[in-house]
C-alpha cells in the first residue's frame, strides 16, 4: 500500500483552538476554499504510484486526494507559507479566519490574502465566505468580540438529541459532546460510563487478529484529533500484527484491507509488548472478562436448576461435592474436594462462556487452554470439551 511506504510527515497541523487568542478583535472575516487538497499537484514522476483498479481502467491522481499519508500536513505547510507575514490571519488548512480591530483594517488584510492567493493560484469558495462581519461561524464555533461559544445550533442538537438505541448513535452523540467538552465542567467524569466500548456479537467470533485490528482501528478513529499529523509507535501484545503492513493485499480480507487502510493514514509503524510488560492496557482490556469468570452468585444460581447437578448428587459420583459459602454473599455454592484447590461445579449452560472468558486472558492452544479451565473449574467431561 501507498500509505505504508510514505515516509510519515512531521509538519504540525494547528490546534482547532488555537484561533481562540483573538483579544481585541472586532470585524471578523471568513474564506473557504474549493476543493482544497486537490488544488495541490503531485509530482509529475510520482503521480504512478497514486494509480488505483477501477472496473472502467486504471486512473492516476494528477493532484493530492483524502486519504493520502501527509495530505493534511502538506496542505497545512502550503497555506502556513503563502500566509507567512500576514498578521491577524488564523489558517486551519482550508478555512480562513481574518480579524481585526476595524472594518478598514479587515479589508486591508483580505487585499493581503487575496493578493497571495492569486499568487499562488488557490481558488476560493465565495457562497462559503464571511466578509466584514462582528460575529462569524468558524470551526464550530461563534466568534465576536466578546467571545468564542459553541453554535447554538450544535448545542440545541445535543439537547434535543433522541434517545439512542445503538452503539454508532452513541459514537455520533459523544463525538458531540467531545468537541465541546472544555465548556462542560467535569467532562471526563460525566462521560465515563459513556464510553466503554464491546465486541459485537459478531466482532467476538472473529479471529484474535482481527479482533487487535479493529481494536487499534476504533483507537485511531476515536483518537484522529490528536493523532494527526504526530509521529507515533502503535504497541500491540499481539505479533502478527507487527508484519500487517507487509501483507500482499490478495491475502487480506475486504474488512482488513480497509482497517489497515484507515491505520496507515496515522502510523505504520505497529511494534510488539508482551501483556506483561504493557500492565496497564492489558488489565483494562480483560476487567470485563474477570469479573464474568468470578461471578459466583450466577454460577450459584444456575447450580440450583442444573439437571446434570441433581443426578450427581442423587447418584453420587468420583467428585466429592460440598456446598460452601461464598464470602460477602448470602450464597451457597457447590465445589469440588477432591483435589487439595476446591473448584466450583459448573452447571451444563455455562460452559461455554466459562471456556470464552478464559481463553480471552491470553488466547493459549488447546492442551493449555484445558488445563487452565480444569484447574480452575470442574463439570463431567471437562478436558474433552475443552479440546474440542
Request: with cysteine; proline share 5%.
Amino acid at each position: 500500500m501507498l500509505n505504508a511506504r510514505t515516509i510519515p510527515g512531521r509538519y504540525p497541523i494547528r490546534h482547532i483552538q488555537d484561533f481562540h487568542n483573538i483579544t481585541g478583535s472586532k470585524v471578523f472575516s471568513t474564506i473557504d476554499l474549493v476543493k482544497a487538497y486537490n488544488q495541490i499537484p503531485i509530482n509529475g514522476e510520482d503521480i504512478p504510484k497514486t494509480a488505483i483498479t477501477t472496473p472502467f481502467g486504471l486512473y492516476e491522481f494528477p493532484h493530492v486526494i483524502f486519504g493520502l499519508r501527509n495530505a493534511g500536513q502538506t496542505f497545512q505547510r502550503f497555506v502556513d507559507e503563502f500566509t507567512s507575514g500576514v498578521n491577524f490571519c488564523f489558517a486551519y488548512l482550508d478555512d480562513f479566519l481574518v480579524y481585526s480591530k476595524d472594518e478598514e483594517e479587515n479589508e486591508n488584510l483580505l487585499k493581503q490574502i487575496y493578493d497571495r492567493m492569486r499568487e499562488y493560484g488557490m481558488l476560493i469558495n465565495t457562497s462559503k465566505c464571511v466578509f466584514g462581519a462582528h460575529i462569524v461561524a468558524f470551526l464550530g464555533y461563534n466568534i465576536s468580540a466578546k467571545e468564542a461559544k459553541p453554535l447554538e445550533q450544535k448545542v440545541e442538537s445535543i439537547i434535543n438529541f433522541v434517545i439512542l438505541k445503538t452503539v454508532k448513535e452513541l459514537r455520533r452523540f459523544l463525538g458531540m459532546i467531545n468537541f465541546y467538552c472544555h465548556f462542560i465542567p467535569d467532562a471526563a467524569r460525566i462521560q465515563a460510563p459513556l464510553n466503554a466500548h464491546k465486541f459485537s456479537p459478531a466482532q467476538r467470533n472473529y479471529s484474535p487478529y482481527d479482533r487487535e485490528l479493529i481494536a487499534i482501528y476504533g483507537a485511531k478513529k476515536h483518537f484522529r484529533h490528536i493523532l494527526e499529523a504526530r509521529d507515533f509507535v502503535i504497541y500491540t501484545d499481539h505479533k502478527p500484527l507487527c508484519h500487517a503492513f507487509k501483507t500482499r493485499k490478495d491475502k487480506c480480507s475486504p474488512r482488513q484491507y480497509r482497517h489497515l487502510d484507515f491505520i496507515s493514514q496515522f502510523s505504520t509503524d505497529i511494534r510488539h509488548i508482551s501483556g506483561r510488560g504493557n500492565v496497564v492496557a492489558d488489565t483494562l482490556s480483560r476487567i470485563e472478562h474477570l469479573d464474568n469468570i468470578a461471578d459466583f452468585v450466577k454460577l450459584a444460581n444456575a447450580q440450583q436448576s442444573d439437571p446434570e447437578l441433581k443426578q450427581i448428587l442423587k447418584n453420587g459420583c468420583v467428585l466429592q461435592l460440598q456446598k460452601i459459602h461464598v464470602p460477602g454473599t448470602k450464597t451457597d455454592l457447590y465445589c469440588n474436594f477432591s483435589t487439595p484447590a476446591q473448584r466450583p461445579f459448573v452447571p451444563i449452560i455455562l460452559p461455554r462462556q466459562i471456556f470464552n472468558c478464559l481463553h480471552f486472558l491470553s488466547y493459549p492452544g488447546s492442551n493449555a487452554i484445558s488445563k487452565l479451565v480444569a484447574e480452575r473449574y470442574v463439570w463431567p467431561g471437562i478436558r474433552k470439551d475443552c479440546r474440542d
